[in-house]
């Protein structure tokens, strides 16, 4: 998926030969090692190149995204590619959770996974963005300029809400898959993706408005700073009362600004903002001088992520 969306950047302008940075964020790779960068490489071939893979959930497509910004504005090169991607319906068959499920009938309980693993199966989707960064403007219609990007976490006061490769124990700590006994990484779903639905409710938005006016006070910016908000959410159960929330906050963002895609593509984690820049710079609206604010959190254990764009 990421190898073909890189290889729609290339053109006669732009050959696979010239990459310089390839930068690659994903919540499901492939494979623990080699990084996924490296795996993506190995399939995209064409000449040697810089890596860097970026992991997390869904910030570690923009993640990415800023190791090639800063790359390209520190001098370091004259190109990157970027990319987001996600491939997580195979972790979500229901074949999976057999063995779970069979060990809840053994152990004379409810045969029913438990609905922080349910839900998800239904929540997420597969699917792959990239972006070309170059230190000019395209020759060949418009550009966006990144203005700058920034990033706020909150694990240092939050526990972990969504996760793999563990369990949550009841102090909030996670334990891990290496000191499970091999049979039960089946038996309890250890590799399945898990989210605690009740903290994600308390506090995704409400740090979500709290990290957005954080950056925004730091850039000298308002919500009148920006022609288009594009806000990475999982459900649009999240998108009115993420308004209400910016609105109590005194932070209200007129609703003809918001741009989403999400009924048309659905949650791709990493790769979502990628698909909704994409959709937006190809859909003709876009003038020279507008402003973009990107948004993308993760419940990992609550991150956020912004970037500013200007159209050239």
Same mark, same amino acid.
């Given at each position: 998926l990421t190898k073909n969306a890189i290889e729609s950047l290339f053109d006669e302008n732009f050959e696979k030969e010239q990459l310089e940075i390839l930068s690659c964020g994903?919540?499901?790779?492939?494979?623990?090692?080699?990084?996924?960068?490296?795996?993506?490489? *190995?399939?995209?071939?064409?000449?040697?190149?810089?890596?860097?893979?970026?992991?997390?959930?869904?910030c570690s497509g923009m993640n990415a995204l800023k190791f090639a910004y800063l790359s390209i504005l520190a001098g370091n090169a004259t190109n990157a590619v970027s990319t987001g991607s996600e491939c997580v319906s195979p972790w979500m068959m229901a074949n999976r959770f057999e063995s779970e499920i069979e060990n809840l009938k053994d152990l004379e309980e409810q045969p029913v996974l438990a609905f922080k693993k349910d839900f998800l199966r239904w929540m997420l989707s597969d699917g792959a963005g990239a972006f070309r960064l170059q230190d000019e403007?395209?020759?060949? *219609?418009?550009?966006?300029?990144?203005?700058? =990007?920034?990033?706020?976490?909150?694990?240092?006061?939050?526990?972990?809400? =969504?996760?793999? *490769?563990?369990?949550?124990?009841?102090?909030g700590s996670i334990k891990p898959w290496q000191h499970y006994a091999t049979e039960d990484w089946l038996k309890e779903s250890i590799f399945s993706i898990k989210q605690d639905v009740k903290i994600l409710d308390e506090h995704i938005l409400k740090k979500g408005v709290e990290s957005q006016v954080k950056v925004l006070t730091k850039r000298g910016l308002t919500v009148n700073d920006f022609d288009y908000f594009l806000p990475h959410i999982s459900s649009h159960y999240f998108k009115d009362k993420l308004y209400q929330e910016f609105?109590?906050?005194?932070?209200?963002?007129?609703?003809?600004?918001?741009?989403?895609?999400?009924?048309?593509?659905?949650?791709? *984690?990493?790769?979502?903002?990628?698909? =909704?820049?994409e959709e937006l710079m190809n859909s003709n609206t876009l003038k020279v001088g507008d402003r973009l604010l990107l948004s993308v959190p993760e419940s990992g254990r609550f991150s956020y992520a912004y970037a500013y764009l200007t159209v050239v």
């Open positions: 994903t919540s499901t790779p492939d494979q623990l090692l080699p990084s996924h960068a490296a795996m993506v490489h *190995g399939l995209l071939k064409g000449n040697s190149v810089e890596l860097n893979s970026s992991s997390g959930i869904c403007p395209n020759k060949n *219609g418009i550009s966006l300029k990144i203005e700058w =990007m920034d990033a706020v976490s909150y694990a240092n006061e939050l526990e972990t809400c =969504m996760y793999a *490769g563990g369990e949550k124990q009841a102090d609105k109590d906050a005194g932070q209200e963002i007129p609703a003809e600004k918001w741009f989403l895609n999400l009924s048309k593509v659905g949650n791709v *984690g990493a790769a979502s903002i990628y698909l =909704m820049v």
